[in-house]
């Protein structure tokens, strides 16, 4: 399994491209899942259904499964959030995890950069980011191409994830 981080400021267009993105990697006959990160109180569930009562009950974890999906939600009550690596610990095998945000980590990463953000590029000060795709040209020695490029993209994506294994080692080795 080999992981992947999308970053980029807020309007960048990450979740834009990742609609493009996961169609076209699975219909080359690649497995991918995603891990997204939310800087804000979100929810997934519904106000009312029993899995919400169980919740606001005090249940640290519910499952809910149907015969179309299941889903787990942990509650953390107070609890540090988890992670990257602990959260990729929770995920089913698959060809490639890409992982938006969570762009402070030391997980390899794209870049997503529209100018129209008016926003710095991160790349120069932040070592994981290992390419960049923007709607503008932009001076570097980082692989990067067109933001629209879905091919360039995905081949991009592919060449420069890395190994889950190789990621934990390498984050155990650095503390």
């Known amino acids: 399994m080999?992981?992947?981080g999308l970053a980029g400021w807020s309007g960048a267009g990450k979740t834009?491209?990742?609609t493009r993105l996961i169609p076209y990697l699975v219909g080359k006959g690649m497995r991918v899942s995603t891990i997204k990160h939310a800087h804000h109180n979100f929810d997934v569930d519904v106000p009312g259904k029993d899995s919400w009562e169980h919740r606001q009950a005090g249940a640290t974890e519910v499952l809910v499964s149907s015969s179309r999906r299941w889903a787990l939600m942990h509650e953390l009550r107070g609890a540090a959030e988890?992670?990257?690596?602990?959260?990729?610990?929770?995920?089913s095998p698959v060809d490639l995890v890409i992982v938006e945000g969570f762009k402070t980590d030391t997980h390899p990463k794209i870049e997503i950069y529209r100018a129209a953000n008016g926003k710095p590029?991160?790349?120069?000060?932040?070592?994981?980011?290992?390419?960049?795709?923007?709607?503008?040209?932009i001076e570097t020695r980082l692989p990067s191409t067109d933001l629209d490029d879905i091919s360039a993209i995905a081949e991009m994506v592919q060449k420069l994830a890395v190994s889950v294994v190789d990621l934990m080692a390498r984050e155990k080795a650095n503390g």
């Open 2 to 4: 080999k992981v992947i």
């Open 16 to 18: 834009t491209l990742l």
């Open 82 to 91: 988890p992670p990257m690596r602990d959260l990729l610990a929770k995920i």
């Open 121 to 137: 590029p991160l790349h120069p000060d932040d070592p994981a980011i290992v390419g960049i795709a923007s709607d503008t040209p």
